[in-house]
């Protein structure tokens, strides 16, 4: 079946350093969704990408999609004690299911 | 607030209890969605409902059971439940391929 691959699986930096997480999927996808959810909360969708080498930008983060539409990136650029969290990517195939990722959880140091 | 609400937040059962975690949704989204976390493990599949009065297994079903109430509600039952459904359960809801998916706030369930 349908598994999307995230990596890393943790990532340290200090404040004002760059983040990336990177997601695979084994098949291709329809759409690719990144969500953010906080220490002790809910997953809070993000975006979500359609189009194949699709980048899109919010502020200090920026999105992109394969050109294959099988791998995603979300990069943050200087980051904040409040980018703390765990950043998931989901695969939509088509169907009714949407695969996550296993979660890239970013630690900022001050 | 528009959104997804879940009830309880918190639970504690023994081994063997049954109960259900009630799910409602008033964004008038077809298709609703039971996910558990575990550390680790990311957000995995129970149960999904495409649409009002459909229901079918995600990835890890065994254990559990759904019911689509109607439009806005979804639960989730635990018929006779086991220490290795010890989770944070999470409903979601969305309307299929177009926008990303709503959650709730989540339970977290212990089973001692």
């Known amino acids: 079946g349908q598994q999307v691959m995230q990596i890393p699986q943790y990532q340290h930096v200090q404040e004002g350093e760059d983040f990336t997480t990177y997601c695979n999927s084994s098949t291709t996808l329809s759409n690719i969704q990144w969500y953010k959810q906080r220490p002790g909360g809910h997953p809070v969708f993000l975006i979500q990408?359609?189009?194949?080498?699709e980048v899109k930008k919010q502020k200090r983060l920026t999105f992109q999609f394969g050109e294959a539409k099988k791998n995603s990136s979300l990069h943050i650029t200087a980051t904040q004690t409040t980018d703390v969290g765990t950043y998931f990517c989901a695969g939509y195939d088509g169907g009714f299911k949407t695969i996550f990722g296993a979660g890239t959880r970013l630690f900022v140091k001050a | 607030n528009a959104g997804v609400t879940q009830t309880p937040k918190f639970q504690v059962l023994k081994t063997g209890q049954s109960m259900t975690l009630q799910c409602a949704q008033d964004m008038n989204h077809n298709s609703m969605y039971w996910y558990r976390q575990d550390p680790g493990m990311g957000l995995r599949l129970i149960y999904y409902?495409?649409?009002?009065?459909?229901?079918d297994k995600g990835e890890v079903p065994n254990g559990y059971n759904v019911s689509r109430l109607n439009k806005r509600e979804f639960s989730l039952r635990l018929e006779s439940a086991a220490p290795s459904q010890t989770s944070v359960y999470f409903c979601?809801?969305?309307?299929?391929?177009?926008?990303?998916?709503?959650f709730g706030s989540g339970t977290r369930l212990t089973v001692v």
């Open positions: 990408l359609v189009k194949s080498g």
């Open positions: 979601a809801s969305s309307e299929v391929g177009v926008f990303g998916y709503t």
């Open positions: 409902s495409a649409s009002e009065g459909t229901t």
